[in-house]
C-alpha cells in the first residue's frame, strides 16, 4: 500500500524480513507508490521499485466468480507489465505479500520462478474459501503463514508439504525502551490524562471491521461502567470516499 503517513503490519513484516534476508541475498521490493515503506527502506539500504499492480480483494473475501475473474487476471496488461518487469529483474524468488497480490504471483509462475507466498491475513471463510486457495496453491511454491490462525483455511487441502508457520518478529533494539518514560508522560498530558486514570489503547494503521475495533468499543464500555477512572483511545485511520482520516476516541 506504502501510504506517506503510515505503514501497515504487514508492511513492516515485509520490511524485516527484507532486511533479514539481505545477509543472503540481493534484494529487491516492489512497490506500488513512494511512501514511509519506501522512506524506510531506503535507510535500511533495500533496493526499491515503484510499479502498481491491481490488487485482487476477493483472495481476502472469496466469492463466487473469483476464478473466472483470476483468469482474466492472467491476460490483463497488469500482468503482462508484471512479466515484462520480472524478466527485467531476473530474480531467483519471487516473494509474495499479503493474498491478494496475485498479479505478481502469476506472472513468476508463467515465468517458472519459484514463488514464496507470505499469507499475513486470515482470509474470510465463505462458500468459496476453496477458490482463495486453489489459487494460492497453484501460484506458489511455498506458503508462509504467520500464525496457526492464518494457516487454518489451508489444512486440510492436501498442501501440507508446503505450508510452513513463521511467526512475525522485530529488532528489539528499535523498540526505543528507554524513552517509553517520556513518551507516556508526553501522551498523557496531551490527551488529558492523570496518573491515576487507567488507559486502555486500541491501534490499528487502518479501522478495518476486520481489525475488531466493535469488540474493543464493547469491552470499554462495560470496563468503563465498573471502573470510572479507566480512560480508553483509539488511534487509526479508516477510509471515507477514498480518503483517510485520523481517529481517535
Not at 521499485?49 to 497488469?78: N, T
Not at 524468488?93 to 506472472?107: E, L, Q, R, S
Not at 517458472?112 to 465463505?126: F, L, Q, S, Y
Not at 464493547?218 to 470516499?241: D, M, N, Q, W, Y
Amino acid at each position: 500500500m506504502c501510504n506517506s503517513r503510515n505503514i501497515t503490519g504487514a508492511e513492516k513484516l515485509l520490511l524485516f524480513l527484507a532486511r533479514t534476508f539481505s545477509s543472503h541475498f540481493d534484494c529487491t521490493i516492489v512497490m506500488p507508490l513512494d511512501g514511509r515503506l519506501t522512506q524506510l527502506a531506503a535507510e535500511a539500504g533495500i533496493r526499491t521499485v515503484i510499479h502498481e499492480f491491481p490488487l485482487q480483494y476477493g483472495m481476502f473475501a472469496p466469492y463466487e466468480g473469483l476464478i473466472r475473474d483470476i483468469e482474466a487476471y492472467a491476460l490483463s496488461p497488469g500482468c503482462k507489465e508484471a512479466i515484462t518487469l520480472l524478466q527485467d529483474e531476473r530474480p531467483d524468488y519471487v516473494f509474495v505479500n499479503t493474498c491478494v497480490n496475485v498479479i505478481p504471483a502469476i506472472a513468476a509462475k508463467s515465468l517458472a520462478i519459484p514463488v514464496i507466498w507470505h499469507i499475513t491475513e486470515v482470509i474470510t471463510n465463505t462458500a468459496y474459501i476453496q477458490h482463495t486457495i486453489n489459487t494460492i496453491d497453484r501460484y506458489s511454491d511455498l506458503i508462509i503463514c504467520i500464525s496457526n490462525s492464518a494457516m487454518s483455511p489451508f489444512l486440510g487441502y492436501q498442501m501440507d508439504n508446503k505450508l510452513v508457520l513463521f511467526y512475525p518478529s522485530w529488532n528489539h533494539e528499535e523498540l526505543n525502551l528507554s524513552e517509553w518514560q517520556s513518551l507516556r508522560q508526553q501522551k498523557r498530558m496531551k490527551w488529558g490524562i492523570s496518573e491515576n486514570e487507567k488507559l486502555i489503547g486500541y491501534i490499528s494503521s487502518f479501522l478495518t471491521p476486520e481489525k475488531g475495533a466493535d469488540h474493543f468499543i464493547g469491552a470499554a464500555t462495560l470496563i468503563g461502567e465498573a471502573h470510572p477512572e479507566a480512560r480508553f483511545v483509539i488511534i487509526g485511520e479508516r477510509s471515507i470516499k477514498g480518503s483517510f482520516v485520523n481517529l481517535g476516541v
